[in-house]
């Protein structure tokens, strides 16, 4: 078995801390949430995680915040995620496909452009029970 030299203890290092990040929160330009209930992870959601993982280590993105949650309620819509960049209403997109979410990394995440085609729609889903 080789030796680990200083740059491979180098590189372990970096990736370690990159995972660290996304799971403490930290200031990003933008947060993506992939729907990981049981409906979105039979309808295909790991491999969206996964197609949003390798966005961003290929193309080095250290200020995207990717993280998970459960079940957005629409089972019938998933794989779906949902963007929130700063200052700007979170957007919900539905039936993803990995070309689908590439698509949306690159023009939404990235340069801010909605891509209409794949949304569901924009703004909170909140209500006041007061």
Known sequence: ????????LKKLREKARR???????GDFRAKVTVHMGTCGIAAGARTIMNTFMTEI???DI???LLTNSGCAG??????MITVELQGQAPVKYIELTP?????IFDKHVLNGQIVQDYALGIGSEKTDVS
């Open 1 to 8: 078995m080789p030796k680990l030299t200083l740059d491979d």
């Open 19 to 25: 995972t660290t990040v996304l799971r403490e929160g």
């Open 57 to 59: 280590e290929e193309k």
């Open 62 to 64: 250290r200020d995207v």
């Open 74 to 79: 629409l089972c019938s819509k998933e794989p």
């Open 99 to 103: 070309e689908k979410a590439k698509d």
